[in-house]
């Protein structure tokens, strides 16, 4: 199991234990069903004592500094620093895991789930914090239509985070003016977008980027985003609004 797969049980093990005294079952942790009687006890005291040791290793794993912000970083529409830091980052890990140059990158706005990131040491918690849902990073091929449609979509919604291929204005809920490394949509044209599966599977009203071939990284956004701060750990966390979405 990845780790940071293990992770993300061992953090929803711990809400599921520390919210209720009558847990049921937990299942699935390596090949093993374990029974948790509520005879156990009327309180949480067996139950903290069963998870203690995980606890213990979930603290130290996600209290683990893994690089510097070098200034707040914050969430907004229709652009912003957190978003601009988040999506150009996962354009250069996912062109390198996907062995193909990517036109853009987007990240629905929703799928980023804290509003800020602190100038300073960042652990690895703060990672699972901002992306808690275990989200692949897709390469998804599509035409000039589709491409421009997926942008139409991202304006009707106010604008998500998009990488620096990508540029364009919104006006009544539309998008204009769009342009992909500098140049207008060109009419057949293949361009290639890397996004969380989420989108790439229909959700946020993608369902037309359903059937698009596509390529399967095998990689969490999430572990991307890790890999990429690890990697670039002297080189403080840092971004500019500059004006990709107006």
């Known amino acids: 199991m990845h780790q940071y797969n293990r992770f993300s049980i061992l953090i929803g093990l711990l809400s599921l234990f520390l919210t209720t005294c ?25 139950i903290q004592a069963m998870i203690a040791p995980y606890k213990v290793q979930l603290d130290s794993e996600m209290n683990q500094v893994i690089g510097i912000v070098g200034m707040e970083l914050t969430k907004t529409m229709p652009e912003s620093t957190l978003g601009n830091w988040l999506v150009d980052l996962l354009q250069e890990e996912t062109s390198k895991v996907s062995d193909q140059p990517i036109d853009f990158t ?21 990672i699972f914090e901002l992306m808690p849902f275990d989200n692949m990073a897709v390469v998804v091929e ?29 006006k009544d809920g539309k998008a204009e003016h769009i342009k992909i490394h500098g140049q207008p949509i060109e ?27 596509r390529i399967q990284t ?12 690890q990697n670039e750990q002297d080189v403080p966390q840092m971004a500019e609004v500059e004006g990709r979405v107006r």
């Open 106 to 126: 987007l990240q629905n706005y929703g799928g980023i789930r804290i509003s800020s990131i602190p100038k300073g040491p960042i652990n690895r918690g703060k």
């Open 218 to 229: 095998g990689h969490l956004i999430r572990d991307l985003i890790i890999q990429h701060i």
């Open 22 to 46: 009558k847990v049921e079952h937990l299942a699935n942790i390596e090949p093993s069903v374990y029974q948790i009687e509520p005879s156990m006890g009327s309180g949480s005291e067996d």
């Open 142 to 170: 599509l035409d000039a239509n589709h491409t421009r449609k997926l942008i139409h979509l991202m304006a009707a919604d106010g604008g998500w985070p998009v990488s620096k291929g990508l540029s364009y204005q919104i």
């Open 187 to 213: 009419e057949g044209r293949i361009y290639w977008v890397s996004m969380p599966d989420y989108i790439a599977n229909g959700g946020g009203n993608a369902e037309f980027l359903k059937d698009k071939n």
